[in-house]
């Protein structure tokens, strides 16, 4: 008997038809003799409903109350799920997050998980049940609901796969598994049989949001071979995993991402220690940065550019401005760009991968703003009314379709 974690998404429960669907998936892997443990996300867009009432109430909600109402959005799914369950005749029994024993650190909205403590998931598997799990929660040492940030229920299914030492962890979604671009938005994007937890973890930080960033992460540290497909039908998915024994492909994907804003910040004395203070400040309020770029400026000064996520601008801003005696107009903050970035292992050995993404993105007559590289993904900062011309173009001179 074999130990599964199945993860569907807010898509594959959005209504009571899809729900009837994912218990008719779940139910064929126990009658198949298995020990089956579900976690699932809120229905469609609930999260996003809730988050928009709580707005409706205040523009400022403490996070505390933040992860108190979207924790219900998969408290909603876990009862409905079992239901359905139970409707076909399997023995079921849904679980919050604390049920399931997830113990996470304090900060809410985006909590890390400390701990699982999974004796009430083993006792339920033990008794039989099909255990349905709450995903995207936990509690704090507070006794406190926490989430684990946007698309968090992957974490969570990964996480019981580490916990448990299950067998196979399978991510359905509404798409049929990781493309080499966004299926829904880019033409000849092509179903990937495998990628490594490297080039997925790019990818998702990059902005493919088929998979939580976090879920990658732990996937990689306690090596769980994660299973993604489609909860629509039965093709075959991807499986991420560990790379040495896969071949290397120069890129394997493309990304886009609108969640960010950069800020320039000139005539800043050149002198040492002025990045230092700046990006203290900004770590101070827990403020991550992506990509940096200093130049010296006229008569002895300097200017930095950086870029943080949207949600981060305002008080990035807000942090140099209290810190440092600057003109009104020395800092400047644009959210109308995306980041457009290609990932490949194979591209450490080969030279000319940026100059051949440059030549595209130079054909479609785009302008570069910021560039920045690691071994396996070269990013471009560009105009986010160019991006999707930008990822097409890039795409089509790296994976042509065959
Ligand atoms: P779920 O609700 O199942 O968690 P998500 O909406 O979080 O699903 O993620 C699935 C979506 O990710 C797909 O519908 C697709 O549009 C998008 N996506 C972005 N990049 C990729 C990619 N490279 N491969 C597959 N899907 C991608
Ligand atoms: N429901 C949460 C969200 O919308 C978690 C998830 O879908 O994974 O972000
Ligand atoms: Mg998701």
């Given at each position: 008997?074999?130990?599964?974690?199945?993860?569907?998404?807010?898509?594959?429960?959005?209504?009571?038809?899809?729900?009837?669907?994912?218990?008719?998936?779940?139910?064929?892997?126990?009658?198949?003799?298995?020990?089956?443990?579900?976690?699932?996300?809120?229905?469609?867009?609930?999260?996003?409903?809730?988050?928009?009432?709580?707005?409706?109430?205040?523009?400022?909600?403490?996070?505390?109350?933040?992860?108190?109402?979207?924790?219900?959005?998969?408290?909603?799914?876990?009862?409905?799920?079992?239901?359905?369950?139970?409707?076909?005749?399997?023995?079921?029994?849904?679980?919050?997050?604390?049920?399931?024993?997830?113990?996470?650190?304090?900060?809410?909205?985006?909590?890390?998980?400390?701990?699982?403590?999974?004796?009430?998931?083993?006792?339920?598997?033990?008794?039989?049940?099909?255990?349905?799990?709450?995903?995207?929660?936990?509690?704090?040492?507070?006794?406190?609901?926490?989430?684990?940030?946007?698309?968090?229920?992957?974490?969570?299914?990964?996480?019981?796969?580490?916990?448990?030492?299950?067998?196979?962890?399978?991510?359905?979604?509404?798409?049929?598994?990781?493309?080499?671009?966004?299926?829904?938005?880019?033409?000849?994007?092509?179903?990937?049989?495998?990628?490594?937890?490297?080039?997925?973890?790019?990818?998702?930080?990059?902005?493919?949001?088929?998979?939580?960033?976090?879920?990658?992460?732990?996937?990689?540290?306690?090596?769980?071979?994660?299973?993604?497909?489609?909860?629509?039908?039965?093709?075959?998915?991807?499986?991420?995993?560990?790379?040495?024994?896969?071949?290397?492909?120069?890129?394997?994907?493309v990304a886009k991402d609108t969640d960010v804003a950069r800020i320039s910040?000139?005539?800043?004395?050149?002198?040492?220690?002025?990045?230092?203070?700046?990006?203290?400040?900004?770590?101070?309020?827990?403020?991550?940065?992506?990509?940096?770029?200093?130049?010296?400026?006229?008569?002895?000064?300097?200017?930095?550019?950086?870029?943080?996520?949207?949600?981060?601008?305002?008080?990035?801003?807000?942090?140099?401005?209290?810190?440092?005696?600057?003109?009104?107009?020395?800092?400047?903050?644009?959210?109308?760009?995306?980041?457009?970035?290609?990932?490949?292992?194979?591209?450490?050995?080969?030279?000319?991968?940026?100059?051949?993404?440059?030549?595209?993105?130079?054909?479609?007559?785009?302008?570069?703003?910021?560039?920045?590289?690691?071994?396996?993904?070269?990013?471009?900062?560009?105009?986010?009314?160019?991006?999707?011309?930008?990822?097409?173009?890039?795409?089509?001179?790296?994976?042509?379709?065959?």
């Amino acid at each position: 008997m074999a130990l599964i974690v199945q993860k569907f998404g807010g898509s594959s429960v959005a209504n009571a038809e899809r729900v009837m669907n994912v218990a008719s998936i779940v139910t064929d892997t126990y009658r198949q003799g298995n020990d089956v443990i579900v976690v699932v996300s809120a229905q469609g867009d609930t999260t996003d409903d809730l988050i928009e009432k709580a707005f409706e109430l205040n523009s400022k909600p403490s996070k505390r109350e933040m992860d108190m109402l979207l924790t219900a959005g998969e408290q909603m799914s876990v009862a409905l799920l079992a239901m359905a369950i139970e409707k076909i005749g399997c023995p079921v029994v849904s679980l919050l997050g604390w049920q399931a024993g997830f113990n996470t650190t304090s900060t809410y909205g985006t909590a890390r998980i400390k701990s699982i403590k999974a004796d009430r998931m083993k006792a339920e598997l033990d008794k039989r049940n099909i255990v349905v799990v709450a995903g995207f929660q936990g509690i704090n040492k507070y006794d406190d609901l926490t989430t684990l940030g946007r698309g968090g229920s992957d974490t969570s299914a990964v996480a019981i796969a580490a916990a448990l030492h299950a067998d196979r962890c399978q991510i359905y979604t509404d798409v049929e598994g990781v493309y080499t671009a966004d299926p829904r938005k880019v033409e000849g994007a092509r179903k990937l049989p495998e990628i490594t937890y490297d080039e997925m973890l790019e990818l998702a930080t990059l902005g493919a949001q088929v998979l939580n960033t976090r879920s990658v992460e732990m996937a990689k540290k306690y090596n769980v071979e994660i299973e993604v497909l489609s909860s629509l039908n039965k093709a075959s998915g991807t499986i991420v995993k560990d790379g040495s024994k896969m071949e290397k492909m120069l890129v394997r994907g493309v990304a886009k991402d609108t969640d960010v804003a950069r800020i320039s910040v000139t005539g800043m004395p050149n002198t040492p220690g002025v990045a230092f203070r700046l990006f203290g400040k900004l770590a101070q309020r827990k403020i991550n940065v992506d990509i940096i770029l200093q130049s010296v400026g006229r008569d002895g000064t300097k200017d930095i550019t950086f870029t943080v996520s949207k949600a981060n601008a305002e008080d990035a801003v807000e942090a140099i401005r209290s810190s440092f005696d600057l003109d009104e107009d020395a800092i400047s903050c644009d959210t109308n760009i995306a980041k457009v970035s290609i990932v490949g292992a194979g591209m450490e050995s080969h030279p000319g991968t940026a100059s051949k993404m440059f030549e595209a993105l130079f054909e479609e007559d785009i302008n570069i703003d910021m560039i920045s590289t690691s071994e396996i993904k070269i990013s471009v900062l560009i105009d986010a009314n160019d991006a999707d011309r930008a990822v097409s173009a890039v795409h089509k001179a790296f994976l042509p379709e065959e």
